[in-house]
């Protein structure tokens, strides 16, 4: 999309405005005309003086500054999170009613409220009558969209305050759809399994040694039996095993990594190893094939020599029920039983299954109603490395912010971009910890250039299995008291969420919300689960009354031994692959680079809407 927009609001001795507007453009185009001077209107706050005369974008709280670039509207924010949400936010629904109520007059109905209440009341006459503006913006979606995000269980009875039980059911029911919908693409995943469909043959009298059950991925890397089978030159360089040695050069400790041959670890293509995925014992491990038609299957664990040993632990089975049976090639139907099929399946590495190299398969039991395949079909073998759980303390930070392109049109001025980082550990018992906060502010940031930005995201000094982040960027233009206001008032809304999930993150773990989770061994899904969870409410929050538009927006999961990997040179520097969020914000990962106990990397965030390309250097460090 490409825009063109001049727009000049001039006073005469008859106040009006006059704006010259000259568009092109691939897409939408939001035009707000300057009201009349002196004009409110309600609930906004106080409109400004008499010799300004500020835009003001629809459904925001807040006016643009003179010359401030185009806003989104509110309509075209809502359409975007509603065109990427599946899961409706516990946190948003929270606020809002618990704001309702305290603008309402009612007393503080628990502690959930009295803290709640007691930050709101720090909030100036001005930043309520944004918060009653908000409030309002927020009732004025029609309910069908407030339903898909805000969880209504929430918000329905004006009498009844958001108490520390019923938010944490409410979240905790959350997070288990956010994860289902991360491991398996359905947020109903996880609270009941489902067969996939039957794709065996009957081979008759024929010997046949085929595996009619397949493994195509193991924690996302493809595997020997990928079919259609994949020459060495299509495998990636993320599904090879690559050995690192730690080299000195110009006295600082580098890596020097090879991509290993024979001996392997695993399966071998053209004297290449394919790669071995290190898992963490009691972590889980998703496996993708086809043929895992029932929910009793199984997976048979072997220790590999010298070792010896084998049990069967229970899987998870949530089959594909979109993929088609079959199919016309050729005038002939044909089932279809390749690597389209996307049944999938995970199981939890027993907690104390011993560090080593083992062979895994997945048993289902002979439901065909063909007896010549005998009790149970197995898979053909697959392979994963337990490794011992992490025990290092890890810092995130960041270095950098750098506008590649600034947000469209150039030509309107310069960017106020505003970031916030939310940071929350996962504990060793799989339950989250105390939530860290990092923000930054930065003016008059135009294309091509850089910002120091020096900041710790995250740290800790006892153990940990993992840490999710939430990270969100927002250009705001205004007024220098509307920027302040814009500031303020999210402070107080992040303060409000971030101390009711301190507050209630015991209690779900209490109620068993973590329950399933940690016994599917989803450590990282867990993590990834609350950073999406937490991004989510603060985007909703924006788009209700913000002349905001989004520039960054990510949600970042790591477990421990992630963590160990990243920081260490024993370990390849693997590509990360390039996705979009929820809110249609693609990300790239590039400038990888390691060091002794030091890992950065340069993840560009790109809005489409925006025509923005922002980067952020992180830095990751082992510090023990």
Not at 367 to 382: K, N
Not at 467 to 474: E, N
Not at 482 to 494: K, N
Not at 518 to 536: D, R, S
């Amino acid at each position: 999309m490409s825009q063109s927009k001049d727009c000049a609001c001039t006073r005469e001795a008859t106040p009006r405005c006059a704006i010259d507007i000259h568009i092109s453009s691939g897409g939408d185009v939001n035009i707000y005309n300057c009201g009349a001077p002196g004009a409110s209107t309600p609930p906004a706050p106080p409109p400004p003086a008499a010799d300004t005369c500020p835009a003001q974008a629809a459904g925001a709280c807040v006016p643009l500054a003179l010359g401030a670039k185009p806003k989104q509207s509110r309509r075209r924010k809502i359409d975007r999170l509603l065109a990427g949400n599946r899961v409706p936010s516990a946190l948003a629904a929270s606020f809002f009613h618990t704001a309702r109520r305290y603008l309402d007059g009612r007393s503080a109905g628990n502690a959930l409220e009295t803290d709640a209440f007691a930050r709101l009341d720090r909030l100036s006459p001005a930043l309520r009558g944004v918060l009653r503006c908000s409030l309002a913006s927020f009732d004025s979606l029609p309910r069908s969209d407030l339903d898909r995000l805000a969880d209504a269980g929430l918000r329905a009875d004006l009498a009844r305050p958001v108490d520390v039980p019923t938010l944490a059911s409410a979240l905790g029911a959350e997070l288990l759809q956010r994860a289902g919908l991360l491991a398996f693409g359905d947020p109903a995943a996880l609270e009941a399994e489902r067969p996939g469909r039957v794709r065996v043959y009957d081979p008759g009298n024929a010997e046949d040694f085929t595996s009619q059950v397949n493994v195509c991925r193991v924690n996302g890397l493809r595997t020997a039996t990928y079919q259609p089978p994949l020459p060495l030159g299509q495998f990636t360089p993320a599904e090879l095993q690559q050995r690192c040695v730690p080299t000195m050069q110009n006295g600082q400790a580098v890596q020097n990594c090879a991509v290993q041959g024979e001996p392997c670890p695993g399966y071998t293509i053209d004297a290449t190893c394919l790669r071995v995925p290190e898992v963490e014992a009691g972590s889980a491990v998703l496996l993708e094939g086809v043929n895992f038609f029932d929910v009793n299957a199984q997976v048979r664990i072997l220790a590999r020599a010298p070792a010896t040993g084998e049990q069967r632990v229970d899987a998870h089975v949530v089959g594909d029920t979109q993929t088609p049976l079959t199919e016309v090639v050729d005038g002939e139907t044909r089932t279809i039983r390749d690597c389209r099929v996307q049944d999938r399946l995970s199981f939890k590495v027993p907690d104390d299954l011993a560090p080593g190299s083992y062979e895994i398969a997945v048993v289902v039991p002979n439901t065909t109603g063909i007896a010549r395949l005998g009790t149970e079909l197995i898979s053909a073998p697959q392979f994963i490395t337990v490794v011992p759980p992490a025990t290092a303390r890890f810092q995130i930070a960041t270095e950098r912010l750098r506008a590649r392109a600034e947000t469209s049109p150039a030509s309107f001025g310069s960017d106020e971009v505003g970031l916030r980082f939310i940071a929350i550990p996962l504990l060793p018992d799989g339950n989250p910890g105390a939530s860290q906060l990092a923000d930054a502010r930065f003016g008059d940031v135009d294309s091509g250039e850089s910002r120091t930005m020096e900041r710790v995201l995250f740290t800790h000094a006892q153990p940990i299995a993992g840490v999710a982040l939430s990270i969100t960027g927002y250009e705001i233009d205004g007024e220098d008291e509307y920027e302040q206001q814009i500031e303020a008032f999210s402070e107080v809304f992040i303060d409000v969420v971030r101390a009711q999930w301190d507050m209630v993150k015991e209690a779900i773990a209490a109620l068993g919300g973590y329950a399933i989770l940690k016994g599917l061994g989803f450590k990282v899904y867990i993590a990834l689960a609350i950073a999406a969870a937490v991004t989510l409410a603060i985007d909703f929050f924006y788009s209700l009354w913000a002349p905001a538009d989004l520039i960054v927006d990510d949600a970042i999961g790591l477990t421990a031994v992630d963590l160990a990997a990243l920081t260490s040179l024993n370990f390849p520097l693997l590509p990360v692959a390039e996705r979009s969020t929820e809110r249609d914000i693609r990300i790239v990962t590039h400038a990888q680079e390691k060091g002794a106990a030091t890992y950065r990397e340069t993840r560009e965030y790109i809005s489409e809407d925006e025509g923005s390309r922002y980067e952020i250097r992180f830095r990751y460090n082992r510090l023990v």
